[in-house]
């Protein structure tokens, strides 16, 4: 079956660097594009940011110009989310999703829960 | 790149109808037929039950129904169920080739 499985929870100090893997399975992985959204605690859904897995193009959402880094590896079906310069309002849960459709997210991954905190 | 915007929350009771609303620009939800509606129950991850404004993904209840006019998208939900108790957040592609979702809105079936 199509899924999304990424890495497991992350803790970080401010300033530090995350990056989170998100690995595809049950469908041609550069066929589609994959999102990265993120939701800190009782907040809601925050799009960062996309990434072509064919041809690692990415776009940014411009709150994370300078900070966020998406890369594609399609030896191994993985896409990476790699946020610098960590500050505590970073806190949230990372998802990875499928763009299918016209710019609708169908599958998701599980979340990674990324912890800032000195 | 403002977030959407969606009402805090809404109420109804079961077998009634609610709607939620979705207010853009004229550069995102007004510009594209690109509008998604996902559904999150706490502690989830968010399901899609609405893209392309309209369309219902396979296996998406029939009770979920979208619309746009001008810069507002709606989702209904008719015949509410104790099941639609959960959060749903819209979202449109921008003219600036990105994605922006709406705030979300808390739904509470009395």
């Known amino acids: 079956q199509v899924q999304l499985v990424q890495s497991g929870a992350e803790v970080r100090k401010p300033g530090a660097s995350v990056k989170v893997s998100c690995k595809a399975s049950?469908?041609?992985?550069?066929?589609?594009?994959i999102y990265w959204v993120r939701q800190a605690p009782g907040q809601g859904l925050h799009w960062m940011g996309v990434i072509n897995p064919s041809d690692g193009t990415t776009t940014y959402a411009q709150r994370f110009q300078g900070r966020l880094i998406m890369t594609g590896d399609t030896s191994t079906s993985t896409v990476y989310m790699e946020l610098n310069s960590l500050r505590s309002e970073d806190t949230a849960v990372y998802y990875c999703g499928r763009m299918n459709y016209f710019y609708s997210v169908d599958v998701w991954g599980q979340g990674t829960t990324v912890t800032v905190s000195s | 790149q403002s977030a959407l915007t969606q009402p805090a929350s809404v109420s109804g009771s079961p077998g009634q109808s609610i709607t939620i609303s979705c207010t853009g620009s004229?550069?995102?939800?007004?510009?594209?037929?690109?509008v998604s509606w996902y559904q999150q129950h706490p502690g989830k991850v968010p399901k899609l039950i609405i893209h392309?404004?309209?369309n219902r993904p396979s296996g998406v209840s029939n009770r979920f129904s979208g619309s746009k006019s001008g810069n507002t998208a709606s989702l209904t939900i008719s015949g509410l169920q104790a099941e639609d108790e959960a959060d749903y957040y819209c979202?449109?592609?921008?003219?600036?080739?990105?994605?922006?979702f709406g705030g979300g809105t808390k739904l509470t079936v009395l």
């Open positions: 004229s550069s995102d939800v007004g510009a594209f037929n690109y």
């Open positions: 049950g469908y041609t992985f550069s066929n589609h594009f």
């Open positions: 979202s449109s592609y921008t003219s600036s080739y990105t994605l922006v």
């Open positions: 392309e404004v309209t």
